[in-house]
């Protein structure tokens, strides 16, 4: 290897650990635990040193770290067989833009947003996120701790979604 690729190496090296706390917490938010989260958070190291002559540095590098980060997060919980605790597809995708804001600088505007349509939902709503993403109980077993079927937990839920996804959009979560 040429000493150019080594410097373009530690180049995009800095920049992912720079962005450890910021990385961590978005794996965090998939695997819902902090020492599997370090586990994935070291995953994503090894893989850019592996691939660091293929990596370009630049302003695309945080989305390729969340790339990165994503699919060893949905890999380790396969392997560990914690699929019941991950979140959607469309939350992924949704943690993904406000990950990716995040990277320009600050906490993402919409995050702040979503956080805020959150509080806005009554008790019950966020008592289901709780129990789901916080808890991580499964669908069954929040449908028993809520007195529903399955099938009207998970109705729920996709409602839940559903109007978090519209008030962030209307931008209704906005502080005065």
């Not at 943690?95 to 805020?116: H, I």
């Not at 499964?138 to 996709?158: F, H, M, N, P």
């Not at 409602?159 to 502080?175: S, T, W």
Request: aromatic share 6%; with cysteine; net charge positive.
């Amino acid at each position: 290897m040429s000493f150019r690729n080594d410097e373009i190496g530690e180049r995009v090296l800095g920049q992912l650990l720079s962005r450890r706390g910021w990385l961590l917490a978005y794996i965090r938010a998939i695997v819902r635990d902090f020492d599997l989260a370090e586990d994935v958070f070291q995953e994503v190291c090894l893989t850019v040193v592996r691939k660091r002559d293929q990596i370009t540095p630049g302003g695309a590098l945080p989305g390729y770290f969340l790339k990165v980060a994503r699919h060893a997060a949905l890999a380790l919980l396969e392997r560990k067989e914690r699929q019941a605790a991950t979140l959607p597809g469309e939350l992924l995708d949704a943690l993904d833009v406000a990950w990716s804001d995040g990277a320009k600088g600050g906490e993402s505007a919409k995050l702040n947003l979503l956080r805020r349509c959150i509080d806005r939902l009554s008790e019950g709503a966020r008592r289901l996120l709780r129990l789901r993403y916080e808890d991580l109980m499964s669908g069954k077993r929040l449908a028993d701790e809520i007195a529903l079927t399955t099938k009207s937990a998970y109705v729920a839920l996709s409602r839940i979604h559903r109007a978090l996804r519209e008030c962030v959009a209307r931008g209704e979560g906005a502080a005065p």
